[in-house]
Nanobody, 117 residues
Framework: VQLQASGGGLVQAGGSLRLSCTAS????????MGWYRRAPGKQRELVAI???????NYADSVKDRFTISRDFSTSTVHLQMNRLKPEDTAVYYC????????????WGQGTLVTVSS
């Protein structure tokens, strides 16, 4: 599975950004698609992920601000980020998890989101 992410950039606090990630390759093996992030000096953390059944899971810190969606026809996952805060500044990584047990994870190249105060 290969992942190509787009979006990100610099935005002021309170603004919005949209991330997108398209998968290619062994698409049928993919269950969940979503996003993780790594802020400076911190460990990587889950932001939001959605299963192939359309069930989302969000980090508490982004609930009610971020929305994840999937376009199954194009194997794309989107992350709409609203009311951004400086603490959302991080490199965001697209992630997929396969149906395998345990699942195999694939990662995109990372895209930088910077929120200025």
């Amino acid at each position: 599975v290969q992942l190509q992410a787009s979006g990100g950039g610099l935005v002021q606090a309170g603004g919005s950004l949209r991330l997108s990630c398209t998968a290619s390759g062994s698409i049928s093996s993919i269950n969940a698609m979503g996003w993780y992030r790594r802020a400076p000096g911190k460990q990587r953390e889950l932001v939001a992920i959605m299963t192939k059944f359309g069930i989302p899971n969000y980090a508490d810190s982004v609930k009610d601000r971020f929305t994840i969606s999937r376009d199954f026809s194009t194997s794309t996952v989107h992350l709409q980020m609203n009311r951004l805060k400086p603490e959302d500044t991080a490199v965001y990584y697209c992630n997929t998890a396969t149906w395998n047990n345990p699942p195999i994870h694939y990662w995109g190249q990372g895209t930088l989101v910077t929120v200025s105060s």
